[in-house]
């Protein structure tokens, strides 16, 4: 076990990446969540800043994605600052990049050059839509990502008739931070073996796809085999549930007006909670035959009307009683902003910290996101004046470069990761690193995973997750089966587990027993809540994330507050729902992202002699982190960003607009934006001439009016018109995709070139699935499909010296199933 000081406030001091130096020159929210967690695991990051200083300096969450940071300015455009930014390279480790190929070009910044003259270097690129393919010259904006790749349109029932709706937590920032944090760490334990740094890219395409849990498989099966099941909508046109999971996952308002996520999924809870409602005695009836299944859409329309009703019949504080009395029974508040905080569990786990900032004061933030059990990493340093480094780093040793060839080999070779957990939010966590060359040993329960099952068509709902792993069914229950695992644990890298607190040490593959076997393993618990305290026990589901960590109300803030009759409840609980549950923008799909950097920095930091073995994050800690510029609180700080226009964007100038056909949705927030926006509309309207809109304190004063003239325009051209036009014009405009964001890449013979690849399964044969989500220069990486539930039992037994009589004994036993 790793060594570590334990603060005043509960952090534990630990740096695994300590030493590791980092030249940040993003400009984005993704590239400052990047810089921000390898800071906060130890790294130092210098920020070189243009004159002015990065826009990211705007945000309201600055303060906490700043800390931990130095800051340099320099002129890029200038002889003398290239010849600084040189010299700084050459004492580097990593160089974090948001700007596009274009703009690197404008700044002088070749990176295969740069990679020439610093072999020792990683160069990590975040863009929006990756440096190659049809979309690389497209501005980067999420809104542009997430408008057209039909994000948008996945999430209409945020709206109520449905529409494409803005979203404003920002899931491909994220993403795609956290994609690139795999790249250079990857990148740099194998630098470890060949001694040569390399260019790895991240993007915002990739970053939100991976969210998605399952739908891409969804489209797959309907695309290949139309007739195989039909796609019922969740809800009906008028609003209305017509499936038995929206009632088991009922969004209500309590009689005080306090709005809850039910989260009753399976059907003991789901029993729990009718019997709650004093439901069951109704049930009974035959007019309720076949429940919850039911032929006639008015009845869920009738049960859901008498389900909110029974909520609205008792206040928060008393339905807090019958949570804390029956164990079965339970929901989530939904909260906002920086209430989440007060979360009991994100209390109990010390996930809030306060900084000093001798700027703006005390500042109110998530604390790291990787915690030990003695607390998290550090206590975070605040964020960095301008300029407030003099100078750069003293030379240091460089890796020493290979005698040979290094070879394309992928970049965790030889890393070993047995997963212990089910669904989505840790297991594909795994499945990201086994697409960068570790091997994944799934233990799976002798049911198999419950994900497997989740969709009509057989493994559709797994398949993403089972991307690259072999598959071993071994009852945990019983001594043989721990036997199995211990032997394994004995020469593994890496222990990934998710289960509710306190399952793991029942089952004897606890942190503590596992490294009695093996003392240098990293054990990484990956919950939806935590691995203690007073909801560890308690199933996580991503409504109830979402609900809890504030994503819901982050997207629709207004849906929420309107309670005053039944009438206007139902009209907004599909959107309260809907904003925090859509499957392709969920909670466990912004963990997993999470863990995979977790996993990742311990790799890193025993490599490095830091080690961190006993790792854990959840998911709801990881939620705050995606929603630091609306979580973090201090004195004076700015208004959060909500949706404006009828939730159709931030402003005028970055939002959804009618054209003639379809939607397009414009990015030109930036003043020097606006003169190439007023030339490129001269020939439609005379923006120039209107003295209200000459200034970006006088656009802002008249947004309103902006958006109506901005309106009148875009009504006239069709959307497809309006991207070509404005575009060409340097302006950030697309036309949105109006279908499942899964079937536009599958479909599309020129992105299904740049974002697929060819994989292989037991269920779907040669097919497409996304492909790995960061791209490497030199070192390779894996594409490979699914597994079925105990396929390698057999295969991965022998390996590890069992012969084949023990294994027949064991199946016949009910020990194992070979699959």
Known sequence: MSASINGQDGSSSVAPLAGIRIVDLSTTPAGAICTQFLADAGADVLMLEAPGGAPVRSLRGWPALGRGKRSRVLDLKSAAGAAEFNDVLAAADVLVTTF?????????????????????????????????????????????????TGLFHAVRRMANPPRPTYVTAPYASFAAGHIAVHGILAALHERDRSGLGQIVDADLVRGVYAIDAWNWFGELVGIRWPEAYNTVEAW???????????????????????????????????????????LMELLSDPKWKGFPALADPALYTELWSIMLSKVGERTLAEWQQCFDANPNLCAELFRSGPEVFEHP????????????DPHVGPVRQPTTLIHTPQGPLCRPSPAPRLGDTEGGWSSKPLPAKPSSDPGSAPALAGITILEFGEMFAAPYASSVLADLGARVIKFEAMNGDNIRNLLPFPEAAGAKVMQGKQSIQVDLHTDEGRAVAHKLVASADVVLQSMRAGAADRLGIGAQALHAINPDLIYVSAPGYGVEGPYGARPAYAPSIAAAGGVALTNTPDAACVTSCLDEVMHHAPRVVSAGTAPELQSDGLAALAVASA??????????????????????????HVLTDWVVDYPDAPGPLVPKHDSTGLSALYRIYDASQGHLFLAAPQPKEWQRLIEALSEFT????????????????????????LQSVFCKEPAAFWEGHLGAAGVGCVELYEGPPARLIQTD?????????????????????????????????????????????????????????TIAKWQDAGVIHCG
């Open 686 to 709: 005379d923006l120039r001439g209107d003295d209200r809109f000459s200034t970006p304190q006088g656009r802002r004063a008249s947004d309103d009016d902006l958006a109506r003239r």
């Open 599 to 624: 996993i990742l920095t311990a790799i890193v930091g025993r490599n490095r002699g830091r080690p961190v073995n006993d790792v854990r994050t959840s998911m709801l800690a990881t939620v705050t």
């Open 345 to 356: 569990q994100l209390i109990h786990d010390r996930r809030c910290t306060v900084v000093e």
């Open 100 to 148: 596009s190929p274009a703009g690197l070009a404008e700044l002088g910044i070749d990176s295969e050059a740069l990679a020439a003259r610093h072999p020792q270097l990683v160069i990590a690129h975040i863009t929006g839509w990756g440096r190659s393919g049809p979309w690389r010259d497209l501005k980067g904006y999420e809104g542009l990502v997430l408008a057209k």
């Open 749 to 805: 013979p020129g992105l299904a070139a740049e974002y697929t690849a060819e994989a292989v399964s037991p269920v779907f044969d040669e097919h497409l699935r996304f492909s790995a989500l960061v791209a490497m220069s030199r070192s390779a990486t894996m594409t490979p499909g699914g597994c079925l539930a105990g396929q390698h039992t057999a295969e991965v037994l022998a390996e590890f010296g069992y012969d084949d009589a």
């Open 236 to 278: 009906t046109p008028e609003g209305t549930p017509q499936s038995p999971m929206l009632l088991a996952l009922l969004a209500a308002p309590t009689k005080d007006g306090h709005w809850l996520q039910f989260a009753q999924v399976s059907p003991h809870l789901f029993a729990a909670m009718l019997t709650e409602f004093g």
